[in-house]
């Protein structure tokens, strides 16, 4: 049986650490493999370029930089993890994918979204989620919650009106594919678990 390939997105401090292991806990109570992973990273390689992306000493990085680092360390997790798990037979959840791309750099550094989904198409050689979680929540809590929780990096420094620009760009992605779940994240943790879990029994039934 083939895996699913579920990906968590939303701005910073939305919550999706929390969700991501909720999850988890779900699909191994069930007798299921999970994968868990994240980008930047997730592999050797990709991990030495989330420090670079992330490293606050890195200011004068150039945008169009920036967005290509960001698709080399998904090229990397894609070839390295997520495929081979997938065809494994594994459950792949990953803490934000192309969704991520294409709101920071294509429109909150206004690179072009359609720019950045056709460098992409590359990098994840066509890969696509089963579902994309969308955890929704305003930037000034998103920002206030990322400051209770310890030093920022280097995007989470940005000012308030690129993160404002940010939560724009995610509102766009409502309806723009299927496989894309708006959820409300400033309620409770559990709240949020059960809409999950709602899309992911419907997943499961149909791969039955």
Do not use: W
Request: aromatic fraction near 6%; charged fraction near 30%.
């Amino acid at each position: 049986m083939k895996g699913l390939f579920l990906t968590f997105e939303g701005p910073d401090g939305a919550g999706k650490t929390t969700q991501i292991e909720l999850l988890k806990d779900y699909f191994q109570d069930r007798g299921m493999d999970v994968v868990i992973t994240r980008e930047p990273g997730g592999t050797k390689i990709g991990e030495k370029i989330r420090n670079v992306i992330l490293d606050v000493e890195n200011k004068e990085m150039d945008d169009i930089c920036e967005a290509l680092l960001y698709s080399a360390s998904r090229a990397q997790l894609v070839k390295e993890v997520i495929i081979p798990n997938i065809e494994a037979g594994s459950v792949v959840i990953c803490d934000r994918f192309v969704e991520s791309s294409i709101v920071y750099q294509g429109y909150a550094r206004g690179l072009g979204e359609d720019t950045i989904s056709s460098i992409n198409q590359i990098a994840t050689r066509g890969l696509v989620p089963d579902a994309v979680f969308l955890l929704m929540i305003s930037p000034e809590e998103g920002i206030r919650r990322k400051k209770g929780s310890g030093k920022l990096d280097r995007l989470e420094m940005e000012k308030i009106e690129f993160h404002n620009k940010v939560h724009e760009g995610y509102n766009r992605l409502e309806g723009r594919r299927k496989n894309i779940h708006k959820i409300d994240a400033q309620r409770d943790v559990q709240e949020i678990h059960n809409d999950i879990l709602r899309v992911i029994e419907n997943l499961l039934k149909r791969e039955e």
